[in-house]
C-alpha cells in the first residue's frame, strides 16, 4: 500500500505541474494573442469583441494572474476547455469528445493488436532461438524501419489504387454518413479503417517482437528455468508459466508508455488517411492558431499517459512478488 500511495502522489503532482504549465506557457509567449486573432479580421471586428475573446480564452477574467489561474482550475475541473477559435461557437470539449472515439478505435486496436501478435511471436522467437522465426526478424525489423507514412502511402497506391481492396478515400464517408451508432456508418468506418490499422500494425509489430525476443533469452538462462526443465516439466508450461511470465513485465512498463501515446493519435498517419482523430485535430488547431484547442489536446496526452503508467504500475505490484517484496521492506 505504501508503493501505490507513493507512486499516486507521484502523478497527482504530475499533472498538478502539467496543468499549471499548460496555464503559463500560452501567456509567457511574446506578443498578445488577442491581439494576434483579432488582427485576421482587420476592419470587421469591434473593439468590444477583443473582451469576448478574452473570455473565449480564459484570460479575460479580472485580477492578478492568480485569480485567473484559479478560474482555469474550476473551468478544467468542469472541463469546460473554452470555445474553439477555428471552428466558433463549437466548444473544444465537443471537438475533443468527438475525436477521441476514432483515435482510440484506430490506434487504440492496432497498437493492442501489434502487442499481442509481436509478444507472441517474440516468445516463440526467444525459445526457439536460431530458428525460421529468429532468422526472420531482420526482414521484419526493416519493415519498422520505413517511415510508417511512406509505407501508408505505398499501400495506398497498391492496395487501394491499383487492386481497389480498399477505398481510396480513407477516413469516413461524411458526406453520405452521418455518425452514429447505425450498421450503415460502423461498417464504412470499419472498411475506411482497415488499411490504416494494419499499417500501425505491421510498423510497430517488429519492435514488440525484438524487445520481448531479446529478454526470452535472458530469461530462459535463469536457473528456475532450468530447475523447471530439468524436473521434466512439459515445454508449454516451462515457456509460459516460467520464462515468458517473467520476461512479460519489462514488456508491460512499454506498453503503459504506447497506451498512453494512443490518445495523441498517429498524426501523420492520421493525415495520410484523413482520420478524424486527436492527431489531425491537434494537426488543424495549430494550423489555425486555435489556442483553446491546442490546450485541450495538450492536457488530453498528459493525462492519457499519466494514468496508463499508473494502472501499469499497479498492475506490475499485482503481478511481480518482487514489487512486493521491495513494498513490504520499504
Known amino acids: 500500500m505504501p508503493f501505490i500511495l507513493r507512486r499516486l502522489a507521484f502523478y497527482v503532482v504530475a499533472a498538478w505541474v502539467a496543468i499549471t504549465l499548460n496555464f503559463f506557457i500560452p501567456r509567457a509567449i511574446p506578443g498578445n494573442v488577442v491581439e494576434a486573432i483579432m488582427s485576421k479580421f482587420p476592419g470587421t471586428l469591434q473593439p468590444s469583441a477583443q473582451k469576448a475573446i478574452e473570455a473565449m480564452l480564459g484570460i479575460g477574467h479580472p485580477g492578478s494572474l492568480l485569480s485567473q489561474y484559479g478560474h482555469y482550475l474550476v473551468d478544467i475541473a468542469h472541463f469546460n476547455f473554452g470555445t474553439s477559435l477555428a471552428n466558433y461557437p463549437a466548444k473544444v470539449s465537443t471537438l475533443v469528445g468527438a475525436a477521441i472515439p476514432w483515435t482510440l478505435t484506430l490506434v487504440g486496436s492496432a497498437t493492442v493488436i501489434a502487442f499481442f501478435v509481436g509478444t507472441a511471436l517474440g516468445i516463440v522467437a526467444g525459445w526457439r532461438h536460431g530458428g525460421s522465426l529468429d532468422r526472420a526478424l531482420p526482414g521484419l525489423m526493416f519493415i519498422q524501419a520505413i517511415p510508417y507514412f511512406f509505407l501508408a502511402l505505398v499501400l495506398i497506391e497498391v492496395l487501394a489504387v491499383k487492386l481497389h481492396w480498399f477505398p481510396i478515400a480513407q477516413g469516413y464517408n461524411g458526406e453520405v454518413l452521418v455518425p452514429g451508432w447505425d450498421w450503415s456508418f460502423i461498417a464504412s468506418a470499419i472498411d475506411h479503417s482497415l488499411l490504416p490499422a494494419f499499417t500501425i500494425v505491421i510498423t510497430s509489430m517488429a519492435g514488440w517482437m525484438l524487445q520481448m525476443r531479446n529478454v526470452m533469452i535472458t530469461t530462459i538462462g535463469e536457473d528456475y528455468v532450468l530447475a523447471a526443465q530439468a524436473k521434466g516439466l512439459p515445454d508449454r508450461r516451462v515457456v509460459f508459466t516460467y520464462a515468458a511470465r517473467n520476461a512479460l513485465l519489462p514488456q508491460l512498463q512499454g506498453f503503459g508508455l504506447a497506451i498512453g501515446f494512443v490518445v495523441s493519435g498517429a498524426l501523420v498517419m492520421e493525415i495520410v488517411f484523413s482520420y478524424p482523430g486527436i492527431g489531425l485535430l491537434l494537426l488543424n488547431s495549430v494550423s489555425s492558431n486555435d489556442y483553446p484547442v491546442m490546450q485541450a489536446c495538450f492536457l488530453l496526452i498528459t493525462f492519457a499517459v499519466l494514468l496508463?503508467?499508473?494502472?501499469?504500475?499497479?498492475?506490475?505490484?499485482?503481478?511481480?512478488?518482487?514489487?512486493?517484496?521491495?513494498e513490504a521492506t520499504s
Not at 308 to 326: C, Y
Request: positive net charge.
Open 308 to 326: 496508463a503508467n499508473l494502472i501499469i504500475d499497479l498492475v506490475l505490484v499485482f503481478v511481480d512478488p518482487r514489487v512486493r517484496a521491495r
